[in-house]
Every structure is written in C-alpha cells, then in structure tokens.
C-alpha cells in the first residue's frame, strides 16, 4: 500500500511522458539527437531562477559534446586539464570567448536566445561541442541506443522537434505535432545525415594518436 501511496503522489498530476527513439536512414540509433517540445499555445514556464548547466572539459574533449539548455540558462565551462585552453563561439546564437585558462573562469554565461551555439578550442582544433538553446524547458538527448525521454511535461498539445549535428536541411522539418496524455506519446525520427566532418586529433608525442 506504502509503494502505491508514493506511486499516486510522486508524480504531478495531469502530466505525462513523451518516449522517442531517433535513427538515421539506415535505422542504426543516433545518439546525441536532442528533441524538445515547444506547448502549442506557444507559452512556456520561464526557466527556473538560478538554472546552472556544465560543459566541462576533461583529457582536451568537451564533456558533453551535446547540450542542451532552456533560453536563459547559464553554462559554466570549467577546465578539469592542467593545460590550457581557449573556449570560443562564433553562432550568431552567442558570440564569445574564454581567453587561455586553467581551472574555471570568474563568470559564467548566460545563453539568453534559442539556436545552434558550436564550441570550439583556439588551441585544440578538434575540440568540438554544441550547445541548443530552446524556448522550452521540454527536451531530452537521445543516448547510444538513441532513445530519450521527456519526463513530467504537462498534458496538452506540443509541437515535437529534432535536431543532430549531421542532419541535413533544418529542424524543423522534422517537427510533428503531439498530443500528450496520462497515457504517454512515443514517436520515431528517421534524420538523413551528411558525411561526417571533424578534424583529426593530433598525435601525442609518442607518435600515438589521444583518441
């Protein structure tokens, strides 16, 4: 009776859950595809006050290579190598930069308007990650098997978008609408991918690549 009692009263009434698998043409799972719901009313809860994201940077990668983040969120980008580096931005969704540092810069960042914000190191060239800044606190990111889920999100009328950084043409052709109950939603994405492009590690001092 005790386990019924929490399963009645620990979740939010009038909420459901949105299940999704994302595959490329090929049907092999993505990982890394970030799909998020946007209300149909176009009103979303404004992000929670002190909302705090990490990219870290850990063995000269980026940790995660994919985030994703509610408009309005700040990010933090921590150094955990005892070398250098230089985090840079040029999307028109945030421009900036984090001179050579070591550790953590004093600030953190606020990322105030949705997009695509790509990361990369002046030092490091094949330092990569991105950032998707979304008008929704609605999303998840799928993981090797490419499944996600979003948790929680109010019943009602959404409409479901995904995005991967190999995807050809824009998200939103991709964006179905949803209708969200007690009873759940689940949907497959099929994203037709471009070739991969990302610059090669450099070798390490013994002739071994770092990868």
Known sequence: MFSAFLFCFGQPANAGEITVKVVDAKNNPLRGSVIYAMPATGKSPAVEKGKMAMMDQINKEFIPIIMAVQTGTAVSFPNNDNIHHHVYSISSAKKFELPLYIGSPHNSMVFDKPGIVALGCNIHDWMLAY???????????????????IKDIPNGNYRLTAWHYRMKGA??????????SSDGYEKTFTINLKP?????????????SYR
């Open 171 to 180: 998200p939103e052709a991709t964006a179905v609408d949803a209708q969200v």
């Open 196 to 208: 991969e492009f990302r610059i090669q590690r450099a070798p390490s001092i013994s002739g071994r």
């Open 131 to 149: 950032i998707i800044v979304v008008d929704t606190p609605y999303f998840t990111v799928t993981g090797e098997d490419g499944m996600g889920r």
